[in-house]
């Protein structure tokens, strides 16, 4: 059997020190010169070295492990934002463990154990509504946290999120300003999420600032059906009304209901969340509202490997704007 390549043996072919190899595999070149980072390459490359994660973290005191917990992974914001942490963690050397906690507090809970219990370096999570684990994680465990999606704990935590609020409440009143008098709300639980219960706030306070009255049916991923929603919306459509659903994985579902009851659209309009991947190809089209999931990943990352590496201590916030990608469900 060949014998596995190690860091003292590229630093012997660079004729360098083992430390410096080090250095250049967490992509510390702040104090090596060119030529240096050159022959280290070169000995990689030559020998096919794949550095060891648990060599490197006991030598760093780290892993280089982030581990990321997500609400739902089989929506398409949460695949975009996974790739954007991905981008940028290998681009600091970090790999990452995905847990899907399907917005259960209890599966989160087992979720943040595990990972704890591999000794990850800190946390990219899409939090539910149980705030007081988190605190734990900071407090006690001594981990690093950067949350998604929601803004916990305003001047004690870091997040990054888009402006759900301002973003429905805007797109809204461009509905209003269309035409639309009558406005219906299918949504999850708004009460489970930050981020839901700001695109509901947005959605209830442009009505009331305009005077026109709403309907909500509130309904679950998985105990919904076609039919309730079908139901719900024979008993609640009126002339120029607009459906407002502010989840990815119900936009398919209340679509799919609309079309079954031969609605006519856009005279009845309908806007949703992301979606992108098929909304633009459905018939009709479908306006929705687009976060920026990719740099939200990115900006995540960053901000964590920053606290990581000590380059950044104070907690950080950054909120992206949403656009909205206007078609033919609306006027």
């Not at 963690?89 to 507090?105: H, K, L, M, T, V």
């Not at 805007?170 to 509905?175: F, G, N, V």
């Not at 950054?318 to 078609?327: A, G, I, K, M």
């Amino acid at each position: 059997m060949q014998r596995k390549v190690t860091i003292k043996d590229i630093a012997e072919l660079a004729q360098t020190s083992k430390t410096t190899v080090s250095f250049y595999l967490n992509k510390r070149f702040d104090k090596m010169s060119e030529e240096t980072q050159k022959r280290i390459r070169e000995a990689i490359e030559l020998t096919h070295y794949k550095p060891s994660i648990a060599a490197r973290s006991l030598n760093a005191k780290t892993t280089k492990l982030i581990g990321v917990v997500i609400g739902d992974i089989t929506n398409s914001f949460s695949n975009q934002i996974v790739k954007g942490i991905d981008s940028k963690a290998q681009e600091f050397g970090y790999q990452i463990i995905i847990g899907n906690s399907n917005y259960d507090p209890s599966r989160e809970d087992e979720l943040i154990e595990k990972m704890l219990n591999i000794g990850i370096d800190g946390f990219i999570m899409q939090p539910t509504s149980n705030f007081r684990k988190y605190s734990h994680i900071v407090d006690v465990k001594k981990k690093h946290v950067v949350f998604f999606d929601s803004r916990l704990y305003e001047h004690r935590t870091s997040w990054v999120k888009t402006n759900n609020y301002e973003a429905v409440y805007d797109t809204i009143q461009q509905c209003i300003n269309k035409g639309y008098e009558n406005f219906v709300m299918i949504t999850g639980n708004p009460k489970l999420l930050s981020t839901r219960i700001e695109r509901a706030s947005g959605f209830i306070d442009v009505l009331e600032a305009n005077h026109l009255n709403y309907q909500q049916m509130i309904i679950d991923e998985k105990q919904t059906s076609s039919s309730d929603i079908s139901r719900f919306l024979q008993e609640n459509l009126k002339e120029k009304s607009m459906v407002f659903v502010p989840n990815c994985w119900a936009l398919p579902k209340v679509f799919t209901a609309m079309k079954s009851l031969n609605i006519e659209i856009p005279q009845t309009g309908l806007v949703g969340f992301d979606n992108m991947e098929w909304t633009q190809f459905s018939s009709p089209t479908i306006s929705t509202i687009i976060q920026p999931a990719y740099k939200e990943g990115e900006q995540a990352t960053k901000i964590l490997i920053d606290e990581i590496e000590g380059i950044n201590k104070e907690a950080k916030q950054q909120t992206f704007d949403c656009r909205v990608n206007w078609q033919e469900s609306t006027y």
